[in-house]
Antibody, heavy 120, light 112 residues
C-alpha cells in the first residue's frame, strides 16, 4: 500500500525558510520510474507544481521558483525534503507531496497535504 | 512555463454529459500524449482519473473519458452524478526535464 505523508511547520514568518519532509511507504525511492513531486495549492486557487526528484537523484524545478527551492532525498529513510527560502504571505498554501510515474508523467498517489501559513 | 488554460466553471444536470477543455501549446499538450486529469473534492487531495490522455486507472468509472485534438485535451464526464461535483485539473508534460509538468488553472464542475 503506497502512502505519502507531509510533515513540517504550520506557521512560518516572512523571510524564513520553510522545510517540509515527505515520508513515503509502500515503494522505494530507488525504484526506477518512480519519483516524488511537490505541488502546492493556495487557498481557493489552483494546483501549482513546484519540484520533482527522480529515482536517479536528478532534480527538476518550477521556472518561477527555481532560485528559492531545493529538493533532496534520504533513500534509506524513505524521505524527501523540500526547502523554500524567503517565504512570503503569498506562499501560504497547502503543500502536497506526491508520487509520480516519470515514464507517464502521472501523479498516481498523493499525500494528504499540509497547510502552511506565512504570517508574522 | 504558463499554466494550461481551462474554463473556470462548467455545469450540468444529472444524467447529462459535460466536457472540460485544457489548452496548452505545441510544445506541451500538442507534442506529447502525456496529459493527465485529477478530480479534487473540497478539503481533499486530488485523485487521478485519466492519464496518458485517454487511459483510466483501475477503479475509475467508465463515465470518465479523455481525448486530445491538437493543443487541446478534453475530459468528458457522461451520465453526470451529484458526486461528480468537484474541481478538475489537467496536467501536461512540458517537453523539458525542468520544469517537468504544468497544471491547468482548474475547472469547478457544478451538478445542478
Amino acid at each position: 500500500q503506497v502512502t505519502l505523508k507531509e510533515s513540517g511547520p504550520v506557521l512560518v514568518k516572512p523571510t524564513e525558510t520553510l522545510t517540509l519532509t515527505c515520508t513515503v511507504s509502500g515503494f522505494s525511492l530507488r525504484t526506477a520510474r518512480m519519483g516524488v513531486s511537490w505541488i502546492r495549492q493556495p487557498p481557493g486557487t489552483a494546483l501549482e507544481w513546484l519540484a520533482h526528484i527522480f529515482s536517479t537523484d536528478e532534480k527538476s524545478y518550477s521556472t518561477s521558483l527555481r532560485s528559492r527551492l531545493t529538493v533532496s532525498k534520504d533513500t534509506s529513510r524513505g524521505q524527501v525534503v523540500l526547502s523554500m527560502t524567503d517565504m512570503d504571505h503569498v506562499d501560504t498554501a497547502t503543500y502536497y507531496c506526491a508520487r509520480m510515474d516519470t515514464a507517464t508523467l502521472t501523479v498516481d498517489f498523493w499525500g494528504q497535504g499540509t497547510l502552511v501559513t506565512v504570517s508574522s | 512555463q504558463s499554466a494550461l488554460t481551462q474554463p473556470a466553471s462548467v455545469s450540468g444536470s444529472p444524467g447529462q454529459s459535460i466536457t472540460i477543455s485544457c489548452t496548452g501549446s505545441s510544445s506541451d499538450v500538442g507534442s506529447y500524449n502525456l496529459v493527465s486529469w485529477y478530480q479534487q473534492h473540497p478539503g481533499k487531495a486530488p485523485q487521478l482519473i485519466i492519464y496518458e490522455v485517454t487511459k483510466r486507472p483501475s477503479g475509475v468509472s467508465y463515465r470518465f473519458s479523455g481525448s486530445k485534438s491538437g493543443d487541446t485535451a478534453s475530459l468528458t464526464i457522461s451520465g453526470l452524478q451529484t458526486e461528480d461535483e468537484a474541481d478538475y485539473y489537467c496536467c501536461s508534460y512540458t517537453g523539458s526535464r525542468s520544469p517537468l509538468v504544468v497544471f491547468g488553472g482548474g475547472t469547478k464542475l457544478t451538478v445542478l
